[in-house]
């Protein structure tokens, strides 16, 4: 897959050696934090903030097109409502490039293979993984009223049960019901009115 750069003619033929240098560079300085001594890690935090700057700037535009396709995803539904579309598209492909960054001490470089590509496929198994932990692990309410349990008979819900599919017709246009039916088969009597 080729990308082409914001203005959209100029392909990024750069991007593949820029990407894995930022990449190298990133790691270096993340196992450099680790390593250090608590005198030196706030100036190593510094250096590693830098590099993943670097990194951004370089994959802010391609994970921008993967955010786009996830618009109809619940976290982007959630994003959208506060904020503007680009400003929802950002904060999405930021939520991406931090599935990135968690994956990358443990992801192996190979310059002969697709670096960006694979970046990106972190990113989606990233945000959909997140999907599916937000937004599957919410009990769902039954869409279909038919799978709801029937009320029993003589309680107050059961007078507000609907009513069967054959209790309600349609005759010249008008809706025409009859008489709801006891669940136990005798009819429902209802008060008189009284005026």
Known sequence: MQYLDSSGHEPLLHLKDDLIQAIQDVKHAMALLAAAGPDRREDLREQVRERLYVLWMLLAEPLMW??????NGGSFEDLIRVRTRRDA?????????????????SVTID???????????????GIARENRQIYQSTPRKP???ASAPNPL???PDASMAPLPVSASARVDG???????????????????RTL
């Open 89 to 105: 598209l950002e904060a999405l492909a930021m939520g991406m490039f931090l599935n990135i960054i968690e994956a990358l001490p």
């Open 153 to 155: 008979p003589g309680t």
């Open 66 to 71: 993967v955010a786009a396709g996830w618009t």
């Open 174 to 192: 008008h809706a025409v019901t009859r008489e709801p039916v006891d669940p136990q088969g005798a009819l429902v009597r209802r008060p008189a």
């Open 143 to 145: 869409t279909n009223k």
């Open 111 to 125: 310059p002969e293979k697709n670096v960006l590509g694979l970046l990106l496929t972190i990113a989606r198994r």
